[in-house]
């Protein structure tokens, strides 16, 4: 007993001298740029507090500096910020879901029910990922409201509203190729409600109607379709129009306001 | 752009203050104290100038005297003013005035510099937006998480062609567009009023020339986009409870929720 007594600074002194050969070491340093909270010797100061953004990937998306009003939760909710990190988290449950899912009418929806019984955490990530689905929907559509409520499409920021509205009308699109992959009633007919709508387009309805069905009705090619349009190419876009929302942000001035 | 660091702001905001409250508390006898070291710093400017430029000063006042008599009456004067400039040489490059310096222009600072009047009053956004943002998305996840946890999506039976559902609808997004479809053409409900819709969004910048972001200001604008939203929130609602087998209006609390997310 008393030598345990005795050895438990001696583990701690170990584990800070550890601590610090590793903070010291070159890999380290290499990896955290000066300024970094993770490196030795972090302060608290103005010129640090700089160096954390500056220094760091943040830099892309994130001023050193932020007007006062921008900081108060009251005045974006978050909303925009959320919208992003909704779409981060789907990423990353939809990458786990890709690994169980085959996009062929025979299989998708064995895939989703084996998904629900017999992978670990299948059926959660799963209900995090619809879930997550329609508060994106939710959050983008009240991101749209509180800028306009705000009057924040006004010049400079005219240009960034309209990839506002893109990203808006995306991210349904997302949403709504991703609500046939489950292959059950719900999904066949929801969607066959939706592209049914699609095909009175004036002029060239019926064509679009057929592209994107990959035939005159839902079936396999318009599994198969809507699956790589949900995981490949939509996203994809997204992330480019994403890229110059965020970049006509801090172009424009920084968010708008205050009122 | 003028940005003002907030330590020295405030540095200068104190600075103020303390000088406005020794004002106050001087009364009387401030401004003849200011008038005292006014006069002190005149005397004081006046004995900053160097000896020699003074002595050059009054010698040259002198040569300028004595040249015009000189020029009136006595030979020997010009050798006296030629000794003078030999002894203190002006300048080459001198004005009309013996000036070394000439103004050529002034420009306002406005012109060539962005200056604004007020600063902006800024903060770090580490820690101050960072944590906002990180509490923010930890508050999002675990909602999600726990929402997850207690309440499954839904996987209804195998997608069967010959079968359909009664009543069959669409993701809840687009219920507000089946919602029109029981009173207009498939054309007008599906295609042109959603694509009006979208396509008036994209041109609101433009169409709204309101410059003031101020809601006292733009009563219209906001009523009308308030009208819109409620317009759609109402069809949605509609179209996701109150519509049942056959698509026809009933009531959920009588016959029951028809709806699935």
Redesign the interface.
């Known amino acids: 007993m008393a030598k345990s007594v005795q050895d438990k600074p001696k583990i701690t002194e170990k584990l800070s001298e550890l601590g610090d050969t590793v903070q010291g070491s070159q890999a380290w340093n290499s990896i955290f740029r000066p300024g970094s909270v993770f490196r030795k010797g972090y302060t608290d100061s103005p010129r640090n507090r700089s160096y954390v953004i500056m220094n760091s990937v943040l830099y892309h998306l994130h001023p050193v500096k932020v007007k006062r009003h921008a900081v108060k939760v009251s005045y974006t909710l978050c909303l925009g910020g959320l919208s992003f990190f909704l779409f981060i988290l789907l990423t990353v449950t939809g990458i786990f879901l890709m690994f169980f899912y085959r996009p062929d009418s025979a299989s998708a929806w064995n895939d989703i029910q084996s998904l629900h019984t017999s992978v670990t955490f299948g059926l959660l990530v799963r209900n995090m990922h619809r879930w997550g689905a329609h508060l994106m929907v939710l959050s983008v559509f009240l991101h749209m409201a509180r800028v306009f409520y705000h009057g924040a499409y006004k010049p400079p920021r005219e240009f960034n509203w309209v990839i506002g509205v893109i990203l808006l009308t995306l991210t349904l699109l997302l949403s709504f190729t991703g609500y046939l992959l489950p292959w059950d009633q719900l999904a066949l007919w929801a969607v066959t409600v939706g592209t049914n709508m699609m095909g009175y387009t004036p002029v060239f309805g019926n064509q679009v109607r057929f592209a994107l069905l990959g035939g005159t009705e839902i079936g396999a090619e318009t599994l198969l379709r809507w699956y790589v349009l949900h995981v490949l190419l939509l996203p994809f876009v997204i992330v480019i129009f994403m890229a110059i929302h965020f970049w006509r942000v801090r172009k424009d001035g920084g968010i708008s306001g205050p009122l | 752009m003028t ?1 003002i ?1 907030e ?1 020295l702001r405030k540095r200068a905001e104190e600075a103020r203050k303390k000088a406005e409250a020794a004002r106050g508390a001087g009364g009387d006898d401030a401004p003849a104290g200011e008038a005292a070291a006014g006069d002190a710093g005149d005397t004081d400017a006046e004995s900053k100038i160097p000896a020699h430029l003074l002595e050059r000063s009054r010698a040259a006042k002198e040569r300028a005297a004595g040249g015009a008599v000189a020029a009136a009456d006595a030979p020997a004067a010009p050798a006296a003013g030629g000794t003078a400039v030999a002894t203190a040489p002006p300048p080459a490059a001198t004005g009309p005035d013996g000036h070394t310096q000439r103004l050529l222009t002034v420009v306002k600072s406005g012109s060539i510099q962005d200056v604004r009047a007020t600063p ?11 944590v ?2 990180f509490v ?2 930890l508050a ?2 675990g909602f ?2 726990i ?3 207690f ?11 010959n ?3 009664n009543p ?7 219920l507000g ?2 919602e029109l ?1 029981t009173m207009f ?3 007008v ?3 042109t009023i959603p694509g009006m819709g ?1 396509f008036a ?2 041109l ?3 169409l ?1 020339r ?6 006292e200001d ?1 009563k219209f604008v ?1 009523s009308l ?1 308030t009208v819109f ?1 409620m317009f759609w929130a109402v069809l949605v609602i509609i179209g996701s409870f109150f519509r049942g087998p056959g698509f026809n209006f009933i009531f959920p609390w009588a016959d029951g929720i028809f709806f ?2």
């Open positions: 940005e660091p330590h902006v009053d800024k903060v770090h956004t580490w820690p101050h937006l960072l906002v943002e923010a998305a999002v996840l999600t998480l929402f997850a946890i309440v499954n999506a839904p996987l209804l039976t195998l997608a069967n062609f079968q359909t559902p069959s609808k669409a993701p809840w997004y687009f567009l089946q479809l053409h498939p054309m409900a599906g295609v979208i969004l994209i609101a910048p433009y709204d309101n410059p003031s972001n101020k809601p733009r906001i986009m939203m699935d997310l």
